[in-house]
């Protein structure tokens, strides 16, 4: 490819870069962060998307190592954020749920995991 | 788009057999996202455009010819599930001999229809079925573009492994795809009627069309599945966005096979696909399997844009019925 023809591009790519265009809501990252070990249970799980969310349609479950539902079910969605309260729970794996509707009208849904024990 | 062949010949070389046309496709089901893959096309269903796939390798012919392509596919879906591409190819052909002249022109287009058959989020499955029309005559011969149309009917199929075990969860961002798919040529043979130089007498050559078998796969690490489904493991954006893979993109031919014989030919590609928002850019390495197959490990890469990401109420949703599933918005498969 000539040189002048990948100069040509590079405005394109800018303008697809990842940043505020209308995409797939992607799970970006959690807190707890995905698999990985917190040392007390969580008072709360929140999550970043790659994408604004519609807080009529996003929703996210949390069930403890029982697989009892551990959430309030009050989810509040703020811009790119999700995150819902917990009731208190023991040690062991925790399963997170999640649906969400971006605001261009893709829905994603997707699960991971995270543990709870010294 | 489907495997096809490039039959890039200069006049009086045979035939090579080499992949050529870039996948267009990529899909989300359940956790996974399967990205577009170069060699083969995956079982995706979407509105995206392939622009530009460029790819350089040498061919099997003796002597070898360096062969160039710069290709583009845009792929629009009528409703959710069905999808018709359209693509085109303009190769560029140089002998290594200094001798002989070199050839460039467009290779025939091509048409594909897809249908996305069973989508299964749990299981991150997914399966497609398709046809593609190569179309005679809209080519230039002097690239080996065929005059007569080539059919394909194609499987397509998607597999993600994250419903592992939590014993395998490094396995879990591994993905297969694959595609098999039967080229009938429009025409079974072609004669050519010519005078022997030496004898003054006339001769006539047939070249029989062989219909081949077109089958491929891919393996696939996908980073952004481990960030966000296994481990996040703090890596870097740039890192945690990367999707090594292995594609395989072979073709054998099974009938017809009097002057082609039944050697299978294809290409081995390990390379990266970098996932945007709205983009992907891949690279791969064209290792050929045989001699037939290549003379050198080629290259391609490829810009790839997600139109229903880009512009999703326009011309990124389908023709009839919406992107969104407004009536039951968290109902599971």
Known sequence: MRRSNVFGMIPLLLLLAPGEASAHAMLDHAEPRVGNKVAAPPHEVTLWFTQKLEPAFSTVTVTDPAGKQVDTGKVRVSGNQMSVSLRPGGSGTYHVTWRVLSVDSHTTDGNFTFQVGQ | ?333
């Open chain 2, 1 to 333: 788009m489907s495997i096809r062949h490039a039959r890039a010949g200069l006049s009086g070389l045979a035939i090579a057999l080499v992949p050529l046309s870039p996948g267009v496709a990529h899909e989300i089901v359940g956790n996974r996202f399967f990205p577009a893959t170069l060699g083969i096309d995956d079982p995706g269903v979407n509105d995206e455009l392939a622009l530009p796939t460029v790819d350089s390798f040498k061919t099997g012919d003796v002597p070898p010819v360096r062969q160039r392509d710069i290709s583009g596919e845009f792929s629009k879906r009528i409703t959710e599930d069905f999808a018709v591409s359209f693509g085109s190819t303009y190769t560029f052909l140089g002998p290594t001999d200094p001798t002989a002249a070199g050839a460039n022109g467009f290779q025939n287009l091509d048409t594909t229809f897809k249908y996305r058959v069973y989508k299964n989020a749990e299981h991150e499955f997914v399966m497609s079925v398709g046809l593609s029309v190569d179309w005679g005559g809209t080519g230039a011969k002097s690239v080996g573009a065929d005059p007569f149309n080539t059919y394909t009917p194609n499987f397509y199929f998607g597999k993600g492994l994250g419903d592992l075990p939590d014993t395998l969860s490094w396995v879990r961002p591994v993905a297969i795809t694959g595609q098999v798919g039967y080229a009938i040529p429009g025409s079974n043979s072609t004669t050519t009627f010519g005078i022997d130089p030496g004898s003054g007498l006339a001769t006539v050559d047939t070249e029989f069309h062989p219909r081949v078998l077109n089958w491929g796969a891919t393996i696939q690490y996908s980073m952004p599945y481990l960030k966000t489904a296994v481990v996040d493991l703090g890596l870097p954006d740039f890192v945690n966005r990367m999707i090594p893979l292995v594609e395989a993109n072979l073709q054998t031919p099974v009938a017809n096979t009097l002057t082609s014989g039944t050697m299978t030919t294809g290409t081995i590609n390990p390379g990266v696909i970098w996932v945007g928002n709205t983009f992907q850019v891949g690279i791969e390495a064209l290792i050929p399997i045989n001699r037939q197959s290549g003379t050198n490990v080629g290259v391609i890469a490829q810009l790839h844009l997600f139109l229903d990401d880009i512009d999703p109420h326009g011309i990124g949703k389908p023709i009839f019925g919406n992107a969104v599933q407004p009536a039951s918005p968290f109902a599971r498969n």
